[in-house]
């Protein structure tokens, strides 16, 4: 196993990629030595293309509850009753400040989230629209956000006013999605993340583990995303929440999550690899190895329906770990 997981290694910090075949074998990993290899090699590769920086970043919910789509795992969906607190769109001025508050404590990089299949109220896109005009003056800090799906016009109303990196998760492979979606199609994912590819984003995507897929389908998802050529990827791992149809799904083993990590990191070396929701709650105590396992970035403070770490423990990690968060001033879109 050490020679295979070196000879990948070896491939990969010369440029080149590894198969669907190696990365299946590299998930089949079960015992804990081979798993802790597998980490160091990925730290390594996470060194040679990352370096020691690692990217945070934050969110608001903008608008939260009432979602019409029926995504099993989601406690804003209007299908199951979730105890969530649900409002409309908040106003500019709270997102301005929600960014001020998000470079307050480490983010260099903000997100716009709103639940819905997408924007259809022009009173709604143009205030977001404001708010990401408006921000520079206020904060240095990146401007993102995740609408739903798009259309070339919002694109280019988005990009008109400012907005530089768009997120919309492919959530799972497309072989699974079926089973956690069918409201709208995996198609209609794809066909946005193109729009904003096109359109000139750079683009955040990624999904959430623990859903019920298996190895297989984790690597349909993670080799869907290196044809599409996302730019960030994050991962999330399933926080059950009650009154969905998942609250009762067992949860990923830590080292498992660690391997997860290690996968993608060998299968997109050059990318953002971002740990995301459920790290808190599924990782326990082994969470600072996310970063050793390949991750380099992640999102800080309280997530769309559930809390976060204290920030400064966060960054006392990252310190801990001999790394160093992102700062705006340092780094392009």
Known sequence: MLKFLYGLTDRV?????????EASRLMEITKQRDIVSLISLTNTIREEFKGSVIDLCAIINA?????SE?????????????????????????????AKEASNIGANRFGIVVSGENIKDPGELKSICTAIENMPSRVAIGRCASLGTLTRETA???????????HHNLETSESFFPKICTTHSYKERVNTIKIAKEEGFRVCCGGIFGLGETPEQRL??????KELEVDSIPLNFLNPIPGTPLENAPP???????????????????????????RQRNLRGIQPLMYLA????????????????????????????????????????
């Open 13 to 21: 910090l010369g440029g080149g990629e590894i198969t669907f075949e």
């Open 63 to 67: 608008k939260s509850g009432r979602c």
């Open 70 to 98: 029926d995504c099993a795992f989601c406690s804003q969906s209007a299908h199951y009753l979730t105890d969530i607190e649900r409002y409309p769109l908040v106003t500019e001025g709270k997102i301005v400040e929600s």
């Open 156 to 166: 280019r109303d988005l990009k008109k006013a400012g907005l530089e990196r768009y």
């Open 220 to 225: 349909e998802f993670a080799f869907t995303l």
């Open 252 to 278: 990923i083993p830590p080292m498992e999550i660690l391997k997860i990590i290690a996968v993608f990191r060998f299968i997109h070396p050059t990318k953002d690899i971002r740990v995301c929701g459920g």
């Open 294 to 333: 390949g991750a380099n970035a992640a999102m800080i403070g309280n997530y769309l329906t559930t809390s976060g770490s204290n920030p400064k423990e966060d960054l006392q990690l990252i310190e801990d770990l001999m790394l160093v968060p992102k700062c705006r001033t340092d780094q392009s879109v």
